[in-house]
């Protein structure tokens, strides 16, 4: 440590996020490699999406057997999921419960959101700023920002004067919102609205829903797990993990059949029923090529419009419901209980505002089309600047003071998902050109962190730092982009797409070679010495401080 009393505190290194990704790297960085390591989480507690994300209906949309760590046995044997997909009570309690079992609160500091993050090329080390006024330096910065964590808010004339509540579904009041005898709006329809609105329209006086694309819902089928299938599950949780392990999304699905084209018309129908009534992801694996082939996508999307007309009874709401001009599955598809359904209650009321955008709010309610829709409350259901945002938002700075906004202002460039140039040691969970988005993000987070650690284990023994090389980082970018031209994804406008965003570039934002794919080749760059990275020496200078190998160091 400097003499320098205005010196900063030494780590080894900073987590951003004690989501479940920043949870696991704490604990890889500090128990495993004995790091001096501290988190930094802007919310009071841990969990991430499931500290924030308290909206009526929140639940996971992977299983939760499959929807938490597979890295520890004690830790899955400790746990008994109550239902087919956890809520968020349930999933939030999960993440204490983990952080009580590796001791994990005492390195994070919480109600402490990150500032800035600048690179001191001449030192080689992070400079960490938080909003509570603390600074630090650490040799690496892990970046557990979440992909879908910076929400977006509509720009609606006249919504900062509206005389009632304006909540967020990403950012809901954690001692809840009394919604009874309540009329509500609640503007947009993808899968935060999609769960929240069956829950709202029991609790309110009445419901408008405020929808500008009709998005494919199919249904989760959700259901309390009997012991027999807990029971199973934990004598088998092994080879379950390993057989999600084998899967694109890190899932367990049936396998499909085949291609569209290779059954006839009514063995694709029988498929399509059989998922649509086990309900879930799996329903997207009901052909091998249901993302890849429109012909395929078009077989599947019609038996989902079909579905919506024969469970809707007003026609005119049917018909404004029934998404017809993008292909199923390239907006992230959603998965509901009792969606469709709402729709044919007496107090909810559907609003399109594709033709006619809301005009403004009023301090009353909600303008479209010349008509004022009166509401006490108005739900934002309006997604995320999803991958990005949470970067772009901090003041993140590379080599030369140089933003992350600026690296990043024709749309995300990473190597691997794991690594940007120009931000040496930084290591992004989950981030851009990573298959997080298309897949169970529990089997995404560790792999990652598992990578990561690993990579930073190497440069602590050969007292390395290092950065993505721009041409590994080109490659890969090309990568990503031309894995995502082979599928239907590009054709929706959607948050995978950036499209959600006003101004922000359409480049597809996740890696969607699937995760298998995706950890083979990550492995093989560690295996060959991670190439595509330039390591350089350290160099110990007056400031730097050595590992110092105290797991139980609180600075
Ligand atoms: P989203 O999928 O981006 O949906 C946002 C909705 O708001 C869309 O219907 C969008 O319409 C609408 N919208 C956005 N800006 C608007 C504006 N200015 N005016 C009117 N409408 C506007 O966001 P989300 O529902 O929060 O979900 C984001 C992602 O989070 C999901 O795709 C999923 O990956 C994850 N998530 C998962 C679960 C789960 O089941 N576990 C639950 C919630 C969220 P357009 O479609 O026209 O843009």
Redesign the pocket.
Known sequence: MSNNPREPRHLDAVVIGAGFGGMYALHRLRDDLGMDVRAFEAGDGVGGTWYW?RYPG?????ESILYSYSFDQDLQDSWTWSERYAAQPELLAYAEHVADRFDLRRSIDFGTRVSAAHYDEERKLWRVSTGTGTEVLARYLVTALGF?SAS?S???DGLADFGGEVHH??HWPHEGVDLDGKRVAV?????????AIPEIARQAAHLTV????P?FSVPARNRPLTEEEVARVRADYPALRAEAGENAAGLIVAAAPGNAADLSPEERAAELQRRWEAGGLGFLSSFEDFLMDEDANATAAEFVRERIQETVRDARTAELLTPADYPIGT??I??DTGYYETYNRDDVSLVS?REH??ERVTPTGVRVNGVDHEVDVIVL????D?FTGPYTRMDLRGRGGRPISQAWEEGPRSYLGVAVAGFPNMFTITGPGSPS?LTNVLASIEQHVDWITDHIGYLEESGMVAEAEEAAQDAWVDHVGEIASYTLYPKA???YMG??VPGKPRVFLPYAGGLPLYREQCDKVAAEGYTGFAHTPRECGPAHDPVRKNPNSSY
């Open positions: 994300n929140a639940r996971c949309d992977a879908l977006q509509p720009d609606i579904t990403g503007i947009g329809t993808g899968s935060s609205g999609i769960q405020f929808q500008r694309t998005h907006k992230r959603c998965l505002i955008p809301i259901a309006t997604g995320f999803a988005a406008g959607s948050w499209a959600n």
